[in-house]
């Protein structure tokens, strides 16, 4: 039996822990719809535990619906304000349309009832086509680092970390589209640590690329760290590589902003989204502190009505989105003043917001599940804050052991995921989310695998002495 497992573990490991990765999201994907899948009335805002938990969900559900009962025509892909995240409810609606999820107990087009139910009926289809998805860039992630001079038992620790971390798992039973946009970061991970020779191969990286932009919009700059990566490795031998990759990578972005630019005569290429969220999302934190105001809301309140102040002075129509172009940019040359002002305050802010991002969550979807959107102020988030700091040191300190046993070692390919690493961390961490803090996270699965490997082998040797 013990040759048996050392041969398995030997040939196969990768199959044996994809299979045990499986049964085990199984279990929780019918846990999940089983407990939180229950039909609740659209008109209730947010009535308890549910699939859909927060308002992100339940925007990304009802466009998701629209798209899969459209009549697909290059006018009417995205005929609405490019105001979030391009691909999730796009891909969420296609599953819906092959794989026959309702979504609504009154499945009849774009049309909705006042007293409308959710009908979950096949979402676990959708869970499945995210899982399985993840499974195969894990498999061409786990394929390339085997071609590299690293131990094996190195590379089994990081996949094993990828298969079963909470805080990264945990993201398969929602609609949020993260699996999806882990899985699109794997493989360009296979990429980055083992480049290919070939000039064409960087169009098919370039167009990835796109692609994680479109499902992510955070990844808008991501092109910057292989650009990097390829003069340091390439030299002048780059140039063609670069080319190659900024053309499809462009060609995306060409393609977004023409269909902008057909529904509202403006050519952009970010969600609307990014113009006005340092003013909703960061500046109330700063106006707080610099006010001594004691209440959140407050603070946003007055910050609502003199946007809307500025709406009405300049006679806006918020129902067109010309015109909420202009409200959101006035918004955003407001709060760049106000920060700008204030330096010292806003980087002390920024800091603060971007520790609080990395204090792992590995329970953040089945809480809120729980609470909704009542989660943050539960006394649930407040008992569990301690229990999340020893959480997240452990696994710091393992990433913090492989990150200087990869320097003694020289194995330097795990410091390129880290270039991922610090892009996402330094354009996403000032909102302070948790989960915006996961892709970062990720990145760091090579150094875990060399903290866990080199952790073992110090105890093996003391036990032995």
């Known amino acids: 039996m013990k040759n048996l497992c050392k041969t398995i573990y030997k040939n196969h490991f990768i199959l044996l822990i994809l299979l045990i990765s499986f049964i085990v999201s199984i279990i929780i994907m019918n846990f999940h719809i089983n407990q939180y899948g229950k039909v609740l009335s659209n008109s209730q805002k947010f009535p308890g535990p549910r699939l859909l938990a927060s308002p992100v969900e339940l925007n990304l559900w009802e466009k998701a619906y629209k798209f899969k009962n459209k009549d697909l025509q290059i006018s009417n892909i995205q005929d609405y304000e490019f105001r979030h995240h391009f691909l999730p409810p796009k891909i969420l609606g296609l599953v819906g349309k092959f794989f026959g999820i309702k979504f609504y107990e009154n499945d009849v087009g774009t049309k909705f009832y006042d007293n409308d139910k959710y009908n979950f009926d096949g979402i676990y289809k959708f869970f499945l086509f995210q899982v399985i998805l993840f499974y195969l860039s894990i498999i061409f992630f786990y394929k390339k680092l085997k071609k590299l001079n690293l131990d094996k038992n190195i590379i089994n620790i990081s996949i094993c970390f990828l298969l079963f971390d909470p805080t990264i798992n945990?993201?398969?039973?929602?609609?949020?589209?993260?699996?999806?946009?882990?899985?699109?970061?794997?493989?360009?991970?296979?990429?980055?640590?083992?480049?290919?020779?070939?000039?064409?191969?960087?169009?098919?990286?370039?167009?990835?690329?796109?692609?994680c932009y479109l499902q992510r919009s955070v990844a808008i700059f991501l092109i910057i760290v292989p650009i990097v990566v390829l003069i340091l490795r390439f030299k002048l031998g780059s140039i063609l590589k670069i080319i190659n990759l900024s053309i499809s990578f462009s060609i995306i972005l060409l393609v977004v902003g023409y269909l902008n630019f057909d529904r509202t005569n403006i050519f952009y290429v970010l969600p609307t989204q990014t113009i006005d969220n340092l003013y909703n999302y960061f500046l109330p934190g700063v106006v707080k502190i610099k006010n001594n105001s004691n209440s959140d809301t407050d603070v946003k309140?007055?910050?609502?009505?003199?946007?809307?102040?500025?709406?009405?002075?300049?006679?806006?129509?918020?129902?067109?989105?010309?015109?909420?172009?202009?409200?959101?940019?006035?918004?955003?040359?407001?709060?760049?003043?106000?920060?700008?002002?204030?330096?010292?305050?806003?980087?002390?802010?920024?800091?603060?917001?971007?520790?609080?991002?990395?204090?792992?969550?590995?329970?953040?979807?089945?809480?809120?599940?729980?609470?909704?959107?009542?989660?943050?102020?539960?006394?649930?988030?407040?008992?569990?804050?301690?229990?999340?700091?020893?959480?997240?040191?452990?696994?710091?300190?393992?990433?913090?052991?492989?990150?200087?046993?990869?320097?003694?070692?020289?194995?330097?390919?795990?410091?390129?995921?880290?270039?991922?690493?610090?892009?996402?961390?330094?354009?996403?961490?000032?909102?302070?989310?948790?989960?915006?803090?996961?892709?970062?996270?990720?990145?760091?699965?090579?150094?875990?695998?060399?903290?866990?490997?080199?952790?073992?082998?110090?105890?093996?040797?003391?036990?032995?002495?």
């Open 170 to 211: 945990q993201f398969k039973y929602t609609v949020f589209g993260e699996t999806i946009f882990f899985t699109i970061l794997i493989f360009i991970f296979s990429f980055l640590i083992d480049l290919p020779k070939k000039k064409l191969s960087y169009l098919f990286l370039g167009f990835l690329i796109g692609i």
């Open 301 to 465: 309140v007055k910050l609502l009505q003199k946007k809307l102040d500025f709406a009405e002075k300049k006679n806006l129509n918020l129902n067109q989105e010309t015109d909420r172009i202009v409200w959101y940019k006035w918004q955003r040359d407001r709060a760049l003043d106000t920060l700008l002002n204030d330096k010292i305050l806003t980087i002390k802010v920024a800091i603060k917001s971007s520790l609080h991002s990395t204090l792992l969550n590995p329970t953040e979807i089945i809480s809120k599940r729980i609470y909704g959107v009542n989660y943050y102020k539960s006394d649930l988030h407040q008992k569990t804050i301690k229990f999340r700091i020893i959480y997240s040191l452990i696994f710091y300190s393992l990433i913090f052991i492989g990150f200087i046993y990869t320097l003694k070692k020289k194995i330097y390919f795990p410091h390129i995921l880290l270039l991922v690493a610090i892009y996402f961390f330094a354009i996403s961490s000032w909102v302070g989310y948790t989960r915006y803090f996961v892709p970062t996270y990720i990145c760091l699965c090579l150094y875990f695998g060399c903290g866990v490997y080199y952790l073992s082998c110090f105890l093996k040797k003391k036990l032995i002495q």
